[in-house]
């Protein structure tokens, strides 16, 4: 779904106030569009390589052309005279979220970018980890470097290997996007997934472990919110936030979910499902956090503050979820998740929800939403 992704200059990452930073080998480019040095702010903390940052106003990078006369949409002077090659590392790179390991380059992209978020609504019938064009354009892909690392670890004190993590991420994104599941469903069947294989004990080859879970009989299980567990999963984002502030957990959540949202949520299921497909592969948490139960943590945060999102701006707009509105809850559930928070520090909260996900799962009675008919 997301290999024909290629900039529709929508201007999000250009109109977002953060710092882009500027590498000292593209100045002298850049200096022949502007003849005064105002669009170079320094960065006396940034590393070596990084002559300062562009410039912004009211939050729109200077360099940001905005829709009128001939261009129908904003664009960035830079990309338009001077080509991709010449653009900051950080702008060649966004909206691309990258996993560098001994297996290869691994891509997702962040929804925050109204492209990305479009290709989830897109008519594939069926979503698979595939090889894609370059990572980077005329570019060196960059993201978390996991080549000089051990790989992930299953649970903690004992790692995976490659070819087991490999069919384990497969494994994820298949049975996210491979079925009609509700959101919830799916997470609660990975749930139980995660928590067998973490109890694998030398057994034979793990890669068999991962392989024989495809062949797992379903049980059926409630796909209402867990409200209590999803407020605290917010404020473990919250918590992570490396800067600024976010918004409260919005009030009478269960009211306007009920009223306003859960129709179009379950109308919608198969784009939520490909969401926390683009966030269960290439994950940085694989890496970052003490087993495969911290990945399912990841997941069910990702689903948790996309729920928030959604009710937020269904109670702002007093309006149904529709299509453009869940498109904007995906938008800022990326925004925070992906791009504002610590991820590390993420990572380190998450081991600790993770810590209930290896206990054996509760299973519940076979129970979907009024809006759902199970298949």
Same mark, same amino acid.
């Given at each position: 779904?997301?290999?024909?992704?290629?900039?529709?200059? +929508? *201007?999000?990452?250009?109109?977002?106030?953060?710092?882009?930073?500027?590498?000292?080998?593209?100045?002298?480019?850049?200096?022949?569009?502007?003849?005064?040095?105002?669009?170079?702010?320094?960065?006396?903390?940034?590393?070596?390589? #990084?002559?300062?940052?562009? &410039?912004?106003?009211?939050?729109?990078?200077?360099?940001?052309?905005? @829709?009128?006369?001939?261009?129908?949409?904003?664009?960035?002077?830079?990309?338009?005279?001077?080509?991709?090659?010449?653009?900051? $590392?950080?702008?060649?790179?966004?909206?691309?979220?990258?996993?560098?390991?001994?297996? *290869?380059?691994?891509?997702?992209? $962040?929804?925050?970018?109204?492209?990305?978020? +479009?290709? =989830?609504?897109?008519?594939?019938?069926?979503?698979?980890?595939?090889?894609?064009?370059?990572?980077?354009?005329?570019?060196?892909?960059?993201?978390?470097?996991?080549?000089?690392?051990?790989?992930?670890?299953?649970?903690?004190?004992?790692?995976?290997?490659?070819?087991? /993590?490999?069919l384990w991420e497969a494994h994820l994104v298949r049975k996210l996007t491979g079925n009609q599941s509700a959101p919830e469903q799916a997470l609660?069947?990975?749930?139980?997934?995660?928590?067998? =294989?973490?109890?694998?004990?030398?057994?034979?080859?793990?890669?068999?472990?991962?392989?024989? =879970?495809?062949?797992? #009989?379903?049980? *059926?299980?409630?796909?209402?919110?867990?409200?209590?567990?999803?407020?605290?999963?917010?404020?473990?984002?919250?918590?992570? %936030?490396?800067?600024?502030?976010?918004?409260?957990?919005?009030?009478?959540?269960?009211?306007?979910?009920?009223?306003?949202?859960?129709?179009?949520?379950?109308?919608?299921?198969?784009? #939520?499902?490909?969401?926390?497909?683009?966030?269960?592969?290439? @994950?940085?948490?694989? /890496?970052?956090?003490?087993?495969?139960?911290?990945?399912? @943590?990841?997941?069910?945060?990702?689903? &948790?503050? %996309?729920?928030?999102? @959604?009710?937020?701006?269904?109670?702002?707009?007093?309006?149904?979820?529709?299509?453009?509105?869940?498109?904007?809850?995906?938008?800022?559930?990326? %925004?925070?998740?992906?791009? =504002?928070?610590?991820?590390?520090?993420?990572?380190?909260?998450?081991?600790?929800?993770?810590?209930?996900?290896?206990?054996?799962?509760?299973?519940?009675?076979?129970?979907?939403?009024?809006?759902?008919?199970?298949?």
């Amino acid at each position: 779904m997301h290999v024909p992704y290629a900039c529709r200059h +929508s *201007g999000a990452c250009c109109t977002s106030g953060w710092p882009i930073p500027l590498e000292r080998d593209r100045v002298a480019p850049v200096r022949v569009l502007r003849a005064d040095g105002a669009w170079l702010v320094p960065a006396p903390d940034a590393p070596p390589e #990084i002559a300062g940052v562009l &410039a912004n106003r009211d939050g729109r990078c200077v360099f940001h052309r905005s @829709a009128g006369g001939t261009r129908a949409h904003g664009d960035c002077e830079i990309h338009h005279r001077l080509g991709h090659s010449a653009l900051p $590392s950080a702008c060649q790179h966004f909206p691309r979220e990258c996993l560098i390991d001994p297996r *290869g380059v691994f891509v997702t992209l $962040s929804h925050y970018c109204p492209t990305a978020a +479009s290709l =989830l609504f897109s008519d594939a019938d069926v979503i698979t980890i595939v090889e894609g064009p370059r990572a980077i354009p005329m570019g060196q892909p960059e993201g978390l470097d996991a080549r000089a690392v051990l790989p992930p670890l299953l649970r903690p004190g004992l790692l995976m290997d490659h070819e087991a /993590y490999g069919l384990w991420e497969a494994h994820l994104v298949r049975k996210l996007t491979g079925n009609q599941s509700a959101p919830e469903q799916a997470l609660r069947a990975l749930e139980r997934d995660a928590y067998s =294989l973490s109890r694998w004990r030398n057994d034979g080859a793990l890669a068999d472990a991962v392989r024989a =879970l495809e062949t797992r #009989i379903e049980v *059926g299980t409630t796909s209402f919110p867990n409200w209590s567990a999803e407020r605290e999963l917010f404020a473990t984002a919250i918590d992570s %936030l490396a800067s600024g502030t976010w918004v409260d957990y919005p009030e009478r959540a269960e009211m306007t979910w009920s009223k306003r949202v859960e129709g179009g949520w379950y109308d919608h299921h198969h784009v #939520i499902n490909r969401f926390l497909s683009a966030h269960a592969f290439a @994950a940085w948490v694989a /890496y970052q956090g003490n087993g495969v139960t911290s990945q399912i @943590a990841r997941l069910h945060l990702a689903l &948790a503050v %996309l729920r928030a999102e @959604a009710i937020r701006r269904c109670a702002v707009e007093q309006r149904d979820l529709d299509a453009p509105v869940l498109v904007d809850a995906i938008r800022q559930t990326d %925004l925070l998740i992906v791009h =504002l928070v610590d991820r590390a520090g993420l990572a380190a909260r998450l081991c600790e929800v993770s810590t209930r996900l290896r206990t054996p799962p509760r299973l519940g009675r076979g129970r979907w939403s009024r809006t759902h008919v199970a298949p």
